[in-house]
């Protein structure tokens, strides 16, 4: 699920960098929270969508009486994974202050909303509810809440330590692909479903103690909202328990994780829904106005895509150590590999997210084997070289790759015969040709489809190379646009705050968004560029299937070795 988190240390969700310009002394304002894994950060923004105010709190640093590393405590098992649920209390505490003393009006903000790193769950203790409706502004919520919490160290996105739970569901569900064509994803260790089952299997008094389980997004906005915030749609579908289609707790998901389950959940509700105003708590200590709304919050990587404003038939592709990529979906077909959650921008659609293990050092790799390790030569390779590679097609998994899953490196040439080297430029243009196939392909298993005005939005290290951009724009047919990105995931909560207070009203998100600034243009596709790379794509797809045979062959010897 920045956050579905897609591997055991997945990067962060992208991050969009807006500067700051100051508001004029009236306007109203929109705050934007994001929970994530290592610091706590804010974002204003005013009416004509400009960042007016940025705040951050870092755990280790600024808290280190919990004693954190990264944000996270990793136990003895180094499976179990969790952060103190109070840390993140006192950040909010540090944060708020933090904005009051830079001199911000929270009397202007009209509408707040936020995100949370995905899977995270927290077990408020019989009794929250009463104090979170009876906050008393002269104490700090770390001091009100002090025994709120029936599980003191939630279980986080890092966490691997629910196979067992995992092999359950998937069973109770009817296997691995009935349990994503259900949730939008086959069962993962760091799913908030297996780490509940974990919870009640192995810490039954604690969940006997528990009136409510909230995932980190909806803990947060229960803070603002002095009550119990729903679950929205689309971060629930990163628990492995939400039917993506009806919107509701799947009934044989939630009898195969605990007891009561339903009861404890509360009924999800839209990820665009105003669920009410904020806390007379915040309007007494922060002179936040009593009219303020709170928006429903999300999971990061759901208002990461709110922070790009991706649209219809858009994709987007971080280019980092490993490749994320960001699809905005119609009609979703789940599968083993990837995630499909629902759009937590528009209540009829759905987004997906994929993970690639090998990306940038697999491209660094060849390009210091092939490129005398200059980005130059390598992209002088890309340039000099036709598209479609005189029909050369490689796949390169340096590691064990998670879409698909599968190792090692394979070469095949215009016949489909296997071949055990090729020239230097060869070479360079068949590992960014399959990194591209491959992120095309699995994005079309998930129901993308290219359409008119398709856009492709890059980011990450390799975003800067315009030769691998060209080559990223020939592969999906589409122009590429380059985006700076550096506080999406909050950026993107100020949007969804603002469009949800025009939502009922029937406003549609990229109205609401319209004035927000434009990604770059860098590169357009080559002419012939459909013709080769529709072909290339099904030769890819039956070597890939190939390479997957030939690969779990190989593992299946060097284990019985």
Not at 77 to 93: F, G, H, Q, Y
Not at 122 to 141: H, I, N, R, Y
Not at 166 to 184: F, N, P, Y
Request: aromatic share 8%.
């Amino acid at each position: 699920m920045r956050s579905t988190r897609c591997l055991p240390h997945a990067p962060p969700p992208f991050e969009l960098r807006v500067p700051l310009i100051m508001a004029s002394p009236d306007s109203t304002l929109y705050l934007g929270i994001d929970v994530s894994t290592q610091q706590l950060k804010a974002v204003v923004i005013d009416g004509d969508l400009r960042v007016v105010h940025r705040s951050a709190v870092q755990f280790d640093s600024e808290l280190p009486e919990f004693r954190t590393e990264g944000g996270v405590h990793i136990h003895a098992d180094r499976l179990t994974v969790t952060s103190p649920v109070l840390m993140w209390v006192k950040a909010l505490d540090l944060l708020l202050d933090k904005m009051k003393g830079a001199g911000l009006d929270f009397s202007r903000v009209a509408a707040l909303s936020g995100s949370g790193q995905q899977h995270g769950s927290v077990f408020w203790k019989k009794g929250a509810s009463e104090t979170l409706k009876q906050l008393q502004p002269d104490q700090s919520l770390h001091q009100l809440l002090q025994d709120s919490f029936s599980v003191r160290d939630s279980p986080v996105w890092m966490d691997s330590s629910s196979t067992q739970q995992c092999q359950d569901l998937q069973a109770a569900a009817g296997g691995a692909l009935r349990l994503a064509e259900i949730t939008g994803s086959r069962a993962y260790e760091r799913f908030t479903g297996n780490q509940i089952a974990k919870v009640c299997a192995s810490q039954p008094n604690a969940f006997q103690d528990t009136e409510r389980i909230s995932l980190v997004s909806s803990f947060a906005a229960s803070l603002f909202l002095g009550g119990y915030a729903a679950i929205d749609h689309s971060d629930g579908c990163g628990m492995n328990l939400l039917d993506i289609r009806s919107k509701k707790w799947s009934e044989v998901c939630l009898r195969a994780t605990a007891p009561h389950l339903d009861r404890l959940l509360g009924e999800p509700r839209p990820s665009t829904a105003v669920l009410g105003p904020v806390s007379p708590y915040y309007v007494h200590r922060y002179g936040f106005s009593e009219s303020c709304r709170v928006v429903a919050f999300t999971g990061d990587n759901p208002a990461s895509l709110a922070g790009m404003r991706l649209q219809q038939g858009d994709v987007a592709v971080s280019l980092g150590t490993s490749d994320t990529v960001f699809l905005w979906l119609q009609e979703p077909r789940p599968a083993l590999e990837g995630h499909i959650l629902c759009s937590p921008v528009d209540s009829q659609a759905y987004m997906a997210l994929l993970c690639f293990k090998n990306g940038s050092l697999t491209r660094e790799r060849i390009r210091n084997e092939c490129a005398g390790g200059s980005w130059e030569t390598f992209s002088a390779a890309l340039k000099e070289t036709p598209l479609g590679n005189h029909g050369n097609i490689g796949f390169y998994f340096d590691t064990m790759e998670i879409t698909p899953a599968a190792v090692g490196v394979y070469r095949f040439d215009s016949d489909d015969s296997e071949v055990s080297s090729w020239s230097p430029q060869v070479e360079v243009r068949a590992l960014v040709e399959g990194q591209f196939l491959s992120r095309r392909l699995h994005a079309e298993k998930l129901g993308y489809s290219i359409i008119p005005g398709t856009r492709v939005l890059a980011t990450g290290g390799a975003s800067s190379n315009r030769e691998i951009l060209q080559v990223l724009s020939d592969v999906f047919n589409a122009p590429v646009y380059s985006i700076d990105l550096s506080d999406s995931a909050c950026l993107g909560s100020a949007y969804r705050a603002l469009h949800g207070l025009l939502a009922e009203s029937g406003v549609s998100f990229s109205d609401a968004v319209e004035k927000a600034p434009e990604p770059q243009l860098v590169v357009r596709p080559h002419p012939t560029a459909k013709q080769v790379y529709d072909h290339m794509l099904k030769r890819f797809a039956r070597l890939e299937d190939h390479v997957l045979k030939k690969s779990l062959a190989v593992l299946q010897r060097t284990n019985q070795s």
